[in-house]
């Protein structure tokens, strides 16, 4: 079993930053690819990035290619999701998800365990 609490949603200008945490809890979490998603208003939950066990490799949506930085530190038990010159169509609830290897995955229903979603709002 692996428990993820999430921190530091909130709310951010367009053009600023803003840091997710993603901390879990449980053995053997480096034995997980942890994604990061995200439900905004009115649609459906969907893919952001994606970081592999070891954080040597990662994955992006095109929509923050190049705006967004999934990282981890397996020594803390965390994972993060750096947030770079947002804007407001990345307003929503984002996820950090969890699941056994090997490989990544742009699915929810290929990972397990779910953090608690903390609100991003980007403003104008």
């Known amino acids: 079993q692996v428990q993820l609490v999430e921190s530091g949603g909130g709310l951010v200008q367009a053009g600023g930053s803003l840091r997710l945490s993603c901390a879990a809890s449980g053995r053997f979490f480096s034995m997980y690819d942890v994604g990061w998603f995200r439900r905004a208003p009115g649609k459906e939950r969907d893919f952001v990035a994606a970081?592999?066990?070891?954080?040597?490799?990662?994955y992006y949506a095109d929509s923050v290619q190049g705006r967004f930085t999934a990282s981890r530190d397996n020594a803390k038990n965390t994972v993060y999701l750096q947030m770079n010159s947002p804007t407001p169509e990345h307003t929503a609830v984002y996820y950090c998800?969890?699941?056994?290897?090997?490989?990544?995955?742009?699915?929810?229903?290929?990972?397990?365990?779910w953090g608690q979603g903390p609100q991003v709002t980007v403003s104008s």
């Open positions: 970081v592999y066990r070891s954080g040597l490799s990662t």
């Open positions: 998800a969890a699941k056994p290897g090997p490989g990544l995955s742009t699915t929810v229903v290929a990972y397990h365990f």
